[in-house]
């Protein structure tokens, strides 16, 4: 087992009270596996990516534990994580695009992030020339500015960038969504490639984006107000999902070859509860139509079958 | 009802103007009543100057733009308020169409001032209330908000409910749904789909090709302001013939097939056919950039389906005239 998270509790401060953005998420990622993330916006899916590699102001860690490789991660210390980010754990984050320093070409930049981490640049150059002709860009953007680079070109350095250390566990968050589709398709498949080369052990894709998953990943985490709602293998997901909120988006994406003349698909009615004063008992219940008395109480989230795992009263049967 | 006939556009860049981008290049077609068309196309394809030409937004360099049988660049001064009164447009981001500060139902009030001042105020709530149910709002829950306290999937419904009020032939949508909720875009898209029963005319922008698929009646896809494949939607999507098309198609993330299946689908070349079909059907024909304002740009290959030359390495060319 490469990730362990267990009941992992993380909120925002704010004025009015904390907002339950991740309450209680237990889950592991294998060696080799790509995980994808899906869900709404404002589920959590990024709170929970970005709480494995630094908690921000205003996050406030509540409980829980993440292991990596065997080592507990002090996630609620920001200065306990260091050494942890970078070589263990590392990020793509959302707006790859602005995530390299503009004031800097990109070699200079790359020497300066591996001198922060006693590490000579002459060391990593070899290895990352590999890298740059792996995802398929020039040797000579290391002697160019970031604003030289297209969208597409800029994402896949950040990429080349993130896994130098050979993490363990990459966290993309979001990295297709601001792309052309063709564009799209090579950074997808360069994240596949970065795992098959052993770049990275393990990836956790956050997407909204369910189709792009369909096409690389092994399993998906569905999550919905904060709670997971179902994880299982992705042809699992896609092809018989047993979470009413589950079959509802997945029944709601449009594709090639669905036409609205030939087969009308409907959304999903209403919209996620507020995190501040979440419902008791299933947060889905309300948009649920197959909700019932039992729905009050929380649904656990409970193992159906080997690795698939479901948050449902329905599907876990009423004496789970 | 609105036909595009060689609409191009050229922006003068450089110092001083000195140089020549071409956005949008000989770009027809028509948009008939009751009818989606979408116009797909990646990044700077010119598809958003498309719709902000038919939109009156930016002037048109060439060709020109006729809406029911009347030039739309030769409308001028007060015909310009009419003008919109049949044609409107809904944008990408929900939260920057409104005005923070005031409360998300002044688009109606902006409406009522401008094009229908002497309507009973009961006669107004009705009608703004019938638009909402054909957008399938409830009034009272969101009429008297601020823009924050609504939905991005909300928003996007109440400025498609501003336009019904009017009497609307041409709507265009731009990309109106890439920032919705994949739970909730789906019924945005429905809606519109739901609008061409009214007989009203959809120029629906997007860069998602699933998204045009679904709702279309006819495709156009850009290429870097050259149309390079067009016709009806079964006939583009179920036989593509572009190189780029084809590269689009395999491209699209598909929830039941992996890229690798829908590549080799498409990797089998078109039987019987070898090179560039425009070129085939026009040999004398120049290239995108070089051709003359009579010559063809597009090839019929079969009934309601064009396709555009094969040329696909002339990008710098095309660029710059």
């Known amino acids: 087992m490469s990730l362990q998270v267990s009941d992992l509790k993380v909120y925002y401060r704010t004025l009015g009270g904390d907002v339950k953005a991740l309450d209680g998420a237990t889950f592991s990622i294998a060696d080799g596996e790509i995980m994808g993330l899906a869900g709404e916006s404002g589920c959590g899916k990024s709170t929970l990516g970005n709480s494995l590699i630094r908690l921000d102001g205003r996050m406030k860690y509540v409980g829980g534990s993440v292991t990596l490789d ?36 990109i070699g200079l930049m790359i020497s300066e992030l591996v001198k922060s981490r006693g590490m000579a640049y002459s060391d990593i150059k070899v290895e990352l020339e590999r890298r740059i002709d792996i995802v398929g860009l020039q040797v000579d953007v290391l002697k160019r500015y970031p604003i030289e680079l297209s969208g597409g070109m800029k994402q896949r350095m950040v990429m080349v960038i993130s896994t130098l250390l050979n993490p363990s566990l990459l966290i993309a968050d979001e990295i297709t969504s601001a792309l052309d589709v ?15 080369h052993g770049f990275v052990k393990s990836m956790m894709v956050i997407t909204h984006d369910v189709s792009i998953l369909y096409q690389i990943a092994n399993s998906i985490l569905i999550m919905y107000a904060g709670k997971l709602a179902e994880k299982a293998p992705t042809e699992t997901i896609i092809g018989r999902p047993l979470h009413p909120y589950t079959q509802m988006l997945v029944g709601s994406l449009p594709e090639v070859g669905v036409r609205y003349a030939d087969k009308k698909l409907s959304g999903i009615p209403g919209s996620p509860p507020s995190l501040l004063k979440p419902p008791m008992g299933c947060r889905f219940r309300a948009r649920c139509p197959l909700a019932f008395a039992k729905c009050v109480e929380e649904p656990p989230f409970v193992e159906v079958e080997p690795d698939h795992s479901v948050a449902c009263w329905k599907v876990a049967g009423p004496n789970a | 009802m609105l036909s595009l006939n060689r609409v191009s556009k050229v922006y003068k860049v450089g110092t001083f103007g000195g140089k020549d981008l071409v956005a949008v290049r000989d770009v027809s077609f028509d948009i008939n009543e009751g009818e989606v068309v979408s116009l797909i196309g990646e990044s700077g394809s010119g598809k958003t100057t498309v719709g902000k030409m038919v939109l009156k937004l930016i002037e048109i360099t060439r060709g020109s733009i006729v809406l029911d049988g009347v030039d739309v660049a030769g409308v001028k001064g007060s015909a310009v308020k009419q003008y919109y009164r049949h044609v409107q447009g809904v944008f990408q981001d929900p939260f920057s169409s409104y005005n ?24 107004w709530h009705d009608k703004v209330e019938a638009a909402l149910r054909a957008v399938t709002l409830e009034p009272d829950q969101v009429l008297n908000k601020y823009p924050h ?31 919705l909720d994949a739970s909730t875009r789906i019924d945005v898209l429905n809606l519109l789909a739901d609008l061409k029963s009214r007989g009203m005319g959809i120029l629906f922008i997007t860069h998602d090709l699933s998204l045009g698929n679904y709702i279309s009646e006819k495709t156009v896809i850009l290429r870097r302001g050259v149309v390079v ?22 491209s699209v993330p598909q929830l039941h097939k992996k890229w690798a299946q829908i590549e080799s689908e498409l990797a089998a070349p078109i039987a019987g056919r070898g090179g560039c079909l425009f070129h085939e059907a026009y040999p004398l024909a120049g290239r995108a950039d070089t051709r003359t304002a009579d010559e063809p740009t597009l090839a ?22």
Not at chain 2, 150 to 174: C, F, M, N, P, Y
Not at chain 2, 231 to 244: C, F, I, L, M
């Open chain 1, 70 to 105: 065997g080592a507990e991660m002090p996630i609620w210390d920001k200065t306990d994580m260091i050494p942890f980010r970078f070589r263990e754990v590392s990020v793509v984050p959302q707006y790859a695009m602005s995530a390299m320093n503009p004031t800097r070409k």
């Open chain 1, 182 to 196: 063709s564009t799209q398709r090579a950074v997808a498949e360069t994240l596949v490639s970065f795992r098959d």
């Open chain 2, 100 to 123: 923070p500060i005031f409360k998300a139902d002044r688009v109606f009030s902006l409406i009522r001032s401008e094009y229908f001042p002497e309507m009973p105020r009961t006669e």
């Open chain 2, 149 to 179: 306290q609504l939905s991005g999937g909300q928003l996007q419904r109440l400025l498609v409910a501003r336009a019904l009020l009017l009497e609307l032939k041409i709507l265009v949508a731009d990309e109106i749904i890439s920032m």
């Open chain 2, 229 to 250: 494949e067009m016709g009806a939607t079964e006939k583009v999507y179920g036989n593509p013939t572009h190189p780029y098309t084809r590269m689009l198609i395999s």
């Open chain 2, 300 to 321: 019929k290959i079969e009934d309601d389906h064009f396709v555009g030359c094969f040329e696909l390495e002339s990008e710098k060319a095309s660029r710059v005239a």
